[in-house]
């Protein structure tokens, strides 16, 4: 289940009608991805989870991936996000932790890589820079979405 997957138009991406024709183009694409993953039984946030998280957070999410051992801190468990947030999912915080960008590091150096640049290298090679944006948005709600479907239900 997505959830939330749209998100306001990004600043500075040209002209509204340059910015829906790629933004329809970016859903369309995504789409075809979301059908294909569900023909498979797995959302797209999850192959996407499975792909690039589950080495450090684990395939369970609870932070026992096979990387743990050699980061210098322990991957928190993504399943209890609300349970420590007063049950509420801080989905903003939980986006904007994957993307990275613009995060500013209260305490050190972060051990996660910062997923926001690291899909745009990607996305932007095959849809340009403003498409790009707007897929590897897609990409993180997705996450989003899928780690707030991962939470325990509360008492
Ligand atoms: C290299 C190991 C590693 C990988 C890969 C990784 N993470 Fe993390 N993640 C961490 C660590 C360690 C932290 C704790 C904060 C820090 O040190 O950066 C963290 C923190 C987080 C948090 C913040 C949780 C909180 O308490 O608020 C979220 C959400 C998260 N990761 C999601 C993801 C998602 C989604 C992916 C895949 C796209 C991912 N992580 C991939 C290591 C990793």
Known sequence: MITKRRSKPLPGTGKPTDLHIKFAMAAALASVAWNAAVAQEMSYGEAEYLNSCAVCHGSDAKGDGPLTDVLMKRPPDLTRLSERNGGRFPYQRVFAVID???????????DMP?????FLEEDAKVYGPSGGEIV???RIHNL??????LQRSLP
């Open 136 to 138: 590897t948005t897609e």
């Open 100 to 110: 990275g960008r613009y995060v500013v590091s209260g305490h050190g150096d972060r």
């Open 114 to 118: 910062v997923w926001g640049r690291q």
């Open 144 to 149: 989003a979405g899928y780690i707030e479907s």
